[in-house]
């Protein structure tokens, strides 16, 4: 895969509108953008329709967590949309990861398309260890992450959302074949924002990432084309 394949362009906009002039800027060049819950609430799936139109994949980025049955009703919905990726709590439990995955298989066999890849979440990017101190997690945040993607391994999903600074450890107890996608990704150029377990697009390739997902640094950059050919550089 280049580098081109490996770069998930956040479209983190409230307007459709908005989001589709990035698209027609920089789709030449990225062939994946995220979907989020502001886009989503906003549009629902006319942005996965804008995005396809384009001929490019989505990755929606909803995070589903609750029972089971609604968030298999829901990963089913969306593999019909014919998203590329979708993303699940993986806090949500063996259950409803499990019916994640069924549901996009089941979905994928009555259109005859491609299962959607299904992604646990691990720990935000946006938290540290006493965020999870304080909603009663002792354990280390790196042993939660961990954790969690074997869990989600375990349950048949295709990989895993993880911070740049967990992806090593993820690979060594998760092999090759399984996906990491890592969000937060800031080159040295960019502003950090709320992230805080950051690493640059080259140190989360290098460390294995398959994918890493960069919003504010292209989308907010006076030229997104050139923004987004800085990072392809760095990470070729």
Not at 144 to 171: F, N, T, Y
């Amino acid at each position: 895969m280049n580098g081109s394949g490996k770069l998930i362009v956040a479209l983190d906009f409230s307007e459709l509108d908005q989001a589709e002039k990035i698209v027609k800027k920089i789709s030449g060049l990225v062939k994946i953008f995220k979907v989020g819950k502001e886009l989503f609430t906003s549009a629902g799936p006319k942005a996965v329709e804008m995005i396809h139109r384009h001929n490019c994949r989505v990755f929606l980025d909803l995070k589903f967590h609750d029972i089971p049955n609604t968030v298999g009703a829901a990963c089913e919905s969306a593999a019909r949309m014919g998203v590329f990726m979708l993303n699940v709590h993986a806090l949500g439990g063996k259950t409803m990861m499990t019916s994640a995955v069924q549901a996009v298989h089941k979905a994928a066999s009555e259109t005859k398309t491609t299962p959607t890849k299904v992604l646990g979440v691990t720990v935000l990017t946006s938290l540290k260890d006493l965020d999870l101190r304080e909603v009663g997690i002792s354990k280390k945040l790196e042993k939660e992450v961990e954790d969690l993607a074997v869990l989600s391994q375990r349950c048949g999903l295709d990989g895993v959302v993880a911070s740049g600074q967990e992806v090593k450890r993820i690979r060594k107890v998760t092999g090759n074949n399984f996906l990491i996608v890592a969000p937060g990704v800031r080159p040295t150029w960019a502003a950090h924002g709320d992230q805080k377990r950051i690493v640059t697009p080259k140190e989360a390739i290098q460390s294995g990432a398959d994918f890493i997902v960069v919003g504010r640094p292209i989308i907010e950059h006076p030229q997104p084309l050139l923004a987004a050919e800085k990072i392809l550089k760095e990470i070729e």
